[in-house]
């Protein structure tokens, strides 16, 4: 690992992103760091489930028929519909009918990200103010896809840890 180079896996890595796209949509932290790790666990699963690591369950629909209307609504951070509650927090994302709590996120984040988290950080905030908050609300999942860590596509991918270069994140804001 150098200052410019993490080498890490992709859940935290879309963790980050998404909270930062969040932010910058304007979403204060917390509610940022909440939405964010709901859209990195989304997309685990929707890959998951892709690469028959998880498969859909049938009591899903049954408790998705059972809910009550306008318990939970949406909001769409980086191309993925994340359910969410008003709490007297804020919003928060919800799994399993719990919201997810920023602290945890928060330290989820350290520790993967280690010492480089601040400088990982800044870069992802300066390539999300590169843009106006609509442009970076359709473009943040490509943004995203260009500079995520290489991994195989395949089952071995999955869990590993590739190469996030912290020069490449910054290099994807226009001028």
């Not at 150098?2 to 979403?27: D, H, K, S, Y």
């Not at 909440?34 to 685990?44: D, E, N």
Request: charged share 30%.
């Amino acid at each position: 690992m150098t200052a410019q180079n993490v080498l890490i896996n992709r859940a935290p890595v879309l963790t980050l992103w998404a909270t930062t796209v969040a932010e910058r949509l304007g979403f204060n932290r917390d509610e940022a760091l909440s939405l964010g790790k709901a859209v990195a666990g989304l997309t685990a699963q929707s890959k998951g489930r892709r690469l028959g690591i998880y498969k859909p369950a049938l009591q899903e629909i049954k408790k998705a028929r059972a809910r009550k209307r306008g318990e939970e609504f949406f909001v769409e951070i980086a191309g993925r519909q994340v359910p969410a509650v008003n709490t007297e927090e804020g919003v928060r994302a919800v799994i399993k009918d719990k919201p997810i709590a920023a602290p945890g996120v928060e330290h989820y984040l350290e520790s993967r990200f280690g010492e480089s988290l601040a400088d990982v950080r800044e870069a992802m905030r300066d390539l999300a103010k590169a843009f106006r908050p609509e442009e970076l609300s359709q473009q943040a999942f490509r943004l995203y896809e260009q500079f995520r860590p290489a991994i195989p596509e395949d089952a071995t991918g999955w869990g590993a840890k590739g190469r996030l270069d912290i020069g490449l994140i910054r290099s994807l804001a226009p001028e």
